[in-house]
């Protein structure tokens, strides 16, 4: 399923971005609208519920203080005793709705923040795993992690309780509002004096917070980066005793990221004394000019009570704006990394619709392909080539020449600047990924075996496979042998990356899974470069038996492993240089006798 398309400027200034970001937010969020309505209501009839108790305690000193003649009174409540036991009834319907919408608004605002943040993750997720290799070349695994993880977190934090604070601290303004207008409209305007105030210093520090948390947020996934390839290359460091040099580094990239959440916090922080007094300025106002207009008989006793503890009301929520607003520029700054992953463009465009069928015959040709790497200007040029069914075609030449290029055009993790590149006579834009790259297995130079047991990893070719195939398909790669000999066999756990296994036995582990999955086409990328003798014999005979029925294409830098294939291709610049039989390329003398000679001492 395609990710929604959330377009967003990442280069809006101020709060101009952030007010694009929760935009962009609010479109993505689109489909839960009915939840945010009814998560909102929620939240607005609590605040109501919550201003009630100030407004009945100014009641209850009017009934104390007028009695008959209170306000209560007139509603039909003679007795003082009994007006006391009214406002007692309602007071306790007050609190007890105000607890009441309270979890519903809790439980509303934050499954909503779990099922949106595990959306987000999932979509961005998802167009990660679209995108073409040369993506990946640009952008550190880290930073992706960082995005994916810290950055979701961070826009579930606001949801989880952001939301209802700023949307409270909105209802308490309008409500308090009119109770101050329908009581005093001079105390109300005195009241709200420092509002204006107050919403200035909000966008003040919006302004200049922004740029700070999006600082923050470049740094977090640097750090992130940084301890990936550490724990990753934690073997290299060893090696090198560079345990100390790494430490240090790790502390300075940790130093960059306090830095420059200090730089975050200083502004943050000052919003909270500058507001205060702004509150006590309105505080006072109100406390004065009231008291004032009740002892010369112009303001009700009970009304000026009402007016005094509501400024606290309405003023004092608003220092809250500081740590809301803390949430909220973290969030939109999190929003923007997180929508821009999810608006990645893809190079690599999925729009085939035929399918390969089971009567594949695995034919390839190239034709006239030419494609150059970004930067460095390698690739290929004018490549044309065809690859017989049921045939084995070496791909030889030096580092850098085009051979895995070749691979991953054919896979289409990249797109050819021009020419056509066809299996079965079929070009491969017209057919789908997944029926494309199912016709395809492949064994790389490095395999990658995922976390968990030995027979997962080989069953992740084809996950329905039993238990009786997974075994066929180890002998079949000559990993049987080893397997049986360890105590858990099968189930025997192979560690991240497979650092439990030696770089042979995680070599027949993947072939094992490429035999298992059973392609038409199979390719063996370097599969001999660095293992023993032993493991290339054992490679060489599982090569013997799979390239039966099958097309069969090696790429290899020891000539001894391709010496029986049917065609042997070398590949210089981009281009063939020379193309035959072992032995007829023997006889020609040219680069791959060259080449022969200097690995056989011949």
């Known amino acids: 399923m395609p990710a929604k398309q959330v377009v967003i400027d990442n280069n809006s200034e101020a709060e101009g971005g952030s007010l694009q970001a929760l935009a962009a937010l609010i479109r993505y969020a689109r489909g839960h609208r009915r939840r945010i309505w009814l998560a909102g209501t929620c939240s607005v009839v609590n605040k109501v519920f919550d201003v009630m108790p100030e407004i009945l305690i100014g009641i209850a000193i009017d009934v104390v203080v007028n009695q008959e003649g209170s306000f209560v009174a007139s509603l039909g409540f003679t007795s003082a005793e009994s007006q006391i036991m009214a406002l007692a009834v309602l007071t306790f319907f007050v609190w007890a709705g105000e607890s ?34 040369a993506y990946f070349e640009s952008r550190s695994s880290g930073e992706l992690v960082s995005i994916l993880n810290d950055d979701v977190n961070q826009l579930e934090r606001f949801l989880d309780g952001g939301v209802n604070d700023l949307l409270q601290t909105f209802v308490t303004v309008v409500l308090v509002g009119a109770v101050f207008f329908y009581l005093s409209p001079t105390i109300a305007l005195l009241a709200f004096t420092p509002i204006p105030v107050i919403i200035w210093g909000a966008f003040y520090f919006l302004r200049r917070a922004t740029p700070l948390y999006a600082n923050v947020r470049e740094q977090v996934g640097q750090l992130a980066n940084r301890l990936s390839n550490n724990i990753g290359g934690i073997a290299t460091i060893k090696s090198f005793t560079a345990e100390a040099r790494e430490a240090k580094a790790l502390s300075e990239q940790s130093e960059a990221y306090v830095q420059a959440n200090s730089r975050a916090i200083a502004v943050s922080s000052a919003f909270i004394p500058v507001i205060r007094m702004a509150i006590l300025a309105g505080f006072l106002f109100t406390f004065v000019y009231g008291a004032l ?31 809301t607003i803390d949430l909220y520029e973290r969030a939109m700054a999190s929003t923007r990394r997180i929508l821009g992953l999810i608006d990645t463009p893809l190079q690599v465009i999925d729009k085939g ?28 040029t004018n490549f044309s080539l065809d690859i017989p069914f049921g045939k084995t075609t070496a791909l030889v ?36 990924l997944s ?27 084809r996950p329905t496979a039993t238990a009786l195939e997974i075994t066929e398909a180890a002998k079949a790669a000559e990993a049987w ?9 099968l189930d025997t756990p192979v560690g991240e990356r497979g650092v439990k296994l030696s770089g042979g036995q995680r070599q027949r582990l993947s072939l094992a899974r490429a035999i298992l999955k ?37 790429i290899a830098h020891r000539l001894s492993t391709i010496v029986t294939a049917d065609t042997v291709v070398v590949v210089d610049n981009g281009r063939i240089s020379e193309m035959g039989t072992h032995a007829e390329l023997i006889v020609s003398d040219g680069l791959y006798a060259a080449q022969w000679r200097v690995q056989t001492g011949v």
């Open 397 to 432: 030449g030096a580092t850098g020449s085009g051979k895995s290029t070749i691979v991953k055009l054919l896979l289409r993790f990249y797109e050819p600047v021009s020419g056509l590149i066809l299996i079965d006579n079929i070009p491969l834009q017209e057919l789908s």
């Open 518 to 554: 059973d392609p038409p086409i199979l390719i063996l990328d370097e599969a001999t470069s660095a293992v023993d003798n032993e493991t290339e014999a054992a490679i060489q005979r599982s090569m013997a038996r799979v390239s039966v029925n099958r097309t069969l294409v090696v």
């Open 353 to 380: 619709t035929l399918q390969l069928g089971d009567a594949v015959t695995g034919t390839l040709s190239f034709c006239d392909v030419s494609f150059k790497y970004a930067g460095s200007g390698a690739g290929l």
């Open 435 to 461: 029926s494309l790259r199912g016709s395809i297995g492949l064994v790389s130079q490095e395999p990658f075996l995922f976390d968990g047991s030995i027979g997962d990893n080989i069953a992740y070719g």
């Open 481 to 489: 042998e080893f397997i049986e000999k360890l105590p858990q066999g």
């Open 293 to 323: 207009l009740a002892l010369e008989g112009d303001l009700n006793v009970g009304a000026y009570g009402v007016l005094v503890f509501l400024t606290q009301r309405l003023l004092w929520p608003l220092t809250g704006l500081a740590k």
């Open 100 to 133: 009441l919408f309270e979890y519903f608004h809790l439980v509303l605002w934050r499954n909503l923040a779990q099922r949106l943040q595990a959306e987000m993750r999932q979509d961005a997720y998802e167009q990660v795993q679209r995108q073409e290799l």
